[in-house]
């Protein structure tokens, strides 16, 4: 009987997976499945078993597009099915495992369920328990470390695969998030119920019966036809809506390329951070005016949405930035406006060494301007003579 946990199918809405597989690189598409019809994301995952007859697996998975961290311990069968049924949710593109776990029954089980699963088998040392508590202390929320403590403290499989996870990101992809900037949540295995296929299909809780690549699921369809009725009953504010949404970027793309940083910093990386912060600027800006265009909803959803895009929500954010940038800086599309922007976009008197590369980049280029005016003039003459 084919089995899905009603946990995992809640991680879906949370956590989004969905990523593509190869042989013989780490993947970044993948194609639409019934389980997880979302864009392609890009998620590591690290498993570990307990030794002796009753299987303990440990489970650790961390989200590269969107910062977050998922972790597991679960109470098993030998057949290893809610096992299987995580890890086929989520759909990693990378599965970690021990080198002493090559041959061992539970690789070979996912091998089998899952499909062209890529393995990586790295040494045991990476699963260190303590390990796994420093990073909970030096990556997650500061209002979280203490409690996630206490969760791992009883979770050994757990807090070692989210050591080996981390240190895999850091060690072979380069990558490293900066402090208290990781999302994490801890999913245990208890109050959960398997569901089969059937009642799965029936009950639409991962495709739509009606519409079988529609991402919708029914249970949130009439929310959403409150919120269509809301903005096609008020002209006024559906202009207003889609105006405002005109300033909006890629948020989670953003976000997640200002706390996921390379080991080894380039002048790209530099002039690509200067971006991303004039991205963060350039939401921030758009949220008030979402706010603003919302003014008359009505339905529960729309409602929703305005509460999130109150200007409590990211007042510290707003002036966090506004002591640094300057107050027209917005984000450019070509590249020649996006140079200038990030040249100008920092106040003067914020750095004086960049305000003195500033003054002489700007009469660099009048330099320039002047030489090109005269060559011109030169070649002008020369060509009334000839």
């Not at 899905?4 to 593509?20: G, H, K, M, Q, T």
């Not at 697996?57 to 998922?70: D, H, M, Q, S």
Request: charged fraction near 25%; hydrophobic fraction near 40%; glycine fraction near 4%.
């Amino acid at each position: 009987m084919s089995v899905y946990s009603l946990n995992s199918l809640n991680s879906v809405d949370s956590f989004s997976p969905s990523v593509s597989r190869g042989t013989s690189r780490r993947p970044t598409a993948r194609p639409t499945t019934t389980a997880t019809s979302v864009a392609a994301q890009d998620i590591i995952c690290a498993v570990s078993e307990s030794r002796g007859v009753s299987s303990t697996i440990g489970l650790a998975f961390v989200n590269l597009a969107t910062a977050e961290a998922v972790l597991c311990q679960i109470c098993d069968s030998q057949t290893y099915v809610k096992t299987i049924i995580k890890i086929g949710v989520f759909e990693p593109s990378e599965i970690l495992f021990m080198n002493t776990a090559k041959e061992s029954k539970l690789r070979y089980i996912i091998q089998e369920n899952l499909p062209d699963p890529i393995f990586t088998f790295l040494d045991r040392r990476w699963w260190s328990e303590k390990t796994g508590h420093e990073y909970v202390e030096r990556l997650a929320f500061p209002e979280e470390v203490d409690s996630l403590k206490v969760t791992l403290g009883g979770n050994y499989f757990a807090a070692c695969c989210f050591a080996a996870v981390l240190k895999y990101v850091e060690v072979e992809l380069q990558r490293s998030f900066t402090a208290h900037s990781l999302r994490i949540r801890f999913e245990p295995s208890q109050g959960s119920m398997t569901i089969d296929l059937a009642t799965i299909v029936s009950l639409e809780l991962i495709q739509n019966l009606q519409n079988a690549k529609s991402k919708e699921k029914r249970v949130k369809l009439t929310a959403r036809y409150n919120a269509v009725e809301d903005l096609a009953t008020k002209e006024d504010m559906f202009v207003s809506v889609r105006q405002a949404l005109k300033g909006f970027i890629d948020a989670d793309k953003v976000l997640t390329a200002i706390i996921l940083v390379p080991t080894k910093r380039t002048i790209q990386y530099v002039e690509q951070s200067v971006n991303n912060v004039i991205m963060l600027k350039t939401y921030v800006s758009a949220i008030k005016n979402i706010f603003q265009a919302l003014g008359a909803a009505q339905s529960d959803l729309l409602l929703t949405i305005r509460e999130l895009c109150a200007p409590e929500g990211h007042r510290s954010i707003e002036d966090l930035i506004d002591t640094t940038l300057n107050e027209n800086v917005a984000y450019q599309s070509k590249p020649l406006d996006l140079r200038n922007q990030r040249i100008y976009c920092v106040k003067a008197g914020v750095n004086s060494l960049l305000d003195v590369a500033r003054q002489t980049y700007k009469e660099a280029n009048a330099d320039a301007i002047e030489l090109i005016e005269k060559l011109s003039g030169m070649f002008e003459v020369m060509r009334l003579h000839e």
